[in-house]
């Protein structure tokens, strides 16, 4: 891999601008307030589960349990006005199990590669990896990002390493983790962002989380993310897409993140190509939700299939 | 010094109607009374005027109410009783006057959301500002007091201090209930009684507050409430048995007050008009300092008198400044103040409408650049949308005078001295904003800023326990804190 020269965080930061923690908490903070009711409340919550990325990622995972997963992303409930989800998320050996069930469908099938969620493995190992989950027939490829070359200073590395999985990704569509948790500073996240978009396609993303830290996606690294991102399209003409993954499971809060879309970068934002949840219990409250605005009261918690695990 | 960054102006965001909130107002009642008289010695009035007028919702032009109008009989007979009950008020222990005044505070918590929306009713602030600000910030302000009330010894170590007798209070309208416990809360903690008249178009939430103080057993006549317009406030600042006369609203009327009080041994507090810098460095975090600067003008309408009206812009960041400010004013939602989702409300009366759209037309007329973004206003009530003037120069009238709308005026620097010296270019002194990320800066700014409060990266926070008040005409003496503790007791 040829290696860029040198970029330094300093002058990175001095370039796109610095965050300031309180200001972006203060702004999120009034999504919060905003009161999402009735019609644009169903819209929203059909809207979040066209986005959603149901994910399983555990060591215990096997093929039954991807059906599983396929099947209730397919149809999330019997209720026909309800979409399907944009993807499930699983981990690579899983993928040609989901491909069987998802061909010819909208669901597209996410996986994530990369020695995820550390990222500790030789580069060759991680292209391996995602030349695998690619042959196999993954549709969009989630990377984790070096956190501990970023920390260490070593920006044109956690670049190069995104420019090769993208080029090793071919057509598929690629979406950078930052593991926002790990960066920790609203200035890191928002450098880790431009280092991502510059060496993104349209249309690819970069996401907050792996799901796999004690913290993941807030309000406030979604919302310096999607700064950056709005940044970057004035700037450049590229549309990067977002998603917030880890931590997204009520209704609720997938509505606070949407607003904050809406406001943030518009109309144009709003659909699962440009925004994605990386979430499984988050479905089934959506679900519930829009339910109950149908039919006016909440059903039981076994009308629903509850855990994730039993996908 | 950052890159100026390319920005293709061609390029825009879609802020359409993709996905738009329904209407969600709040449906609490308010339980406003048709009628309210007077509040003297302890209960409700009629005037001895016989008169009452409306109080209007500038939200939709209706009645609210029918407000007395206190005339000068009606004054007399307020300061009688508050005199009447000075001398056991005075003498009761800090504690039990402390007892009152956190009663007060928890009774405004239990009925926080009837008196939010019968602000938002009477004044047009939107009701997420009157439920999350004004009314939570006003029972801070009894439960701060009511913790001094009996702490005063350690207010002046070694000494004692004193209340000063009957106090005469004088409020506005852009805030009426937080006006009223700002004032109100430290001189009864330091043993005051008071003659409190609110501002003519806003005494709803005043008339409401005598309910809670009934209902919290405060002995008659220690607070006495009259209402009306401008001749009922020259009785009360007229009259022999006032202390002291404590005043917040245009520096006209600070100025008539001071005139008159000239030679009288009566003390006074001003707290008057502003027209504060809020000054964005070239290092600052943009996002947020726009974020600062739409909520330094925009929050209550701009009705504030320590509005970040006049917007300092490095001449290297403007042009993003600028832009970023323009994009963030295409989704504030103006409109209904009663719904949550409401950023920008009404205008508090047709009067300020008028006056607004008055200093605007001078505005465009003298050739600054306006930008207002589209948006539907409601065909009843006082609406204004929110407006930018780009190329003001500092002889532009609405770089001089305090405009007290949704009217930001934006000026261009070089350097720090230069941004200094256009921030007090006016004369007021009441607040100021610093927008940078070097921390040496804040500090040598803050310094050197003459007002009487610097935010930095930051605006229009308030505590009770962070002082408030002005330098040059934005008037004198301070609110909150032990410096305003102090502007309602003498050291003896």
Redesign the interface.
Known sequence: MARSNPISLRSLI???????Q???E??VAKYI?????????V??LK?AVSMVDLTTLEGKDTPGKVASLCLKALHPHDDPSIPSTAAVCVYPRLVKHAKKLLRGSSVKIASVATAFPSGQAPLATRLSEVRAAVSDGADEIDMVISRGAFLAGELALVQDEIAAVRDACGKTTLKAILETSELETYDNIRAASFLAMRVLRPGDFIKTSTGKTSSNATLGNNQVML?AI??F???T?TEIAMKPAGGIRTAKQAIQF?IAV??T????W?NNAHYRFGASALLNDLVRQLVKEKTGAYQAPYTFSEASGSY | MPAKRPNNPARELLFGDLWEYDPAPETAPAHIAPRYDLFINGQFTAPKSKKWFDSISPGNEQKVSEIALANEVDVNAAFAAASAAFPKWSKASGAERGKYLYRIARLLQDRAREFAVAETIDGGKPIRESRDFDVPVAAAHFFYHAGWADKLAYAAPGRTLAPLGVVGQIIPWNFPLLMLAWKIAPALACGNTIVLKPAETTSVTAMKFCSILQDAGLPPGVLNIVTGAGDTGTNIVHHPAAAKIAFTGSTTIGKFIQRTLAGTDKRITLELGGKAANIVFEDAPIDQAVEGIVNGIFFNQGHVCCAGSRLLVQESVADEVLRKLKMRLRHLRVGDPLDKNTDIGAINSRKQLEKIQELVKSGVSEGAEIHQPACKLPKRGFYFAPTLFSNVSLSHRIAREEIFGPVLSILTFRTPEEAIEKAHNTPYGLSAGVWTDKGSRILKMSTELKAGVVWANTYNKFDPASPFGGYKESGFGREGGKQGLLDYAQIV
């Not at chain 1, 001095?14 to 300031?20: C, F, Q, R, T, Y």
């Not at chain 1, 307030?33 to 409340?41: E, F, L, M, Y």
């Open positions: 001095s370039e796109i601008g610095p965050v300031d309180v200001g972006i203060e702004r307030t905003r009161s999402i009711k009735k019609a644009s409340k819209q929203a809207l700064e709005r940044d399209y004035l700037e003409g949407l809406k406001e970068l518009g109309d144009a709003l």
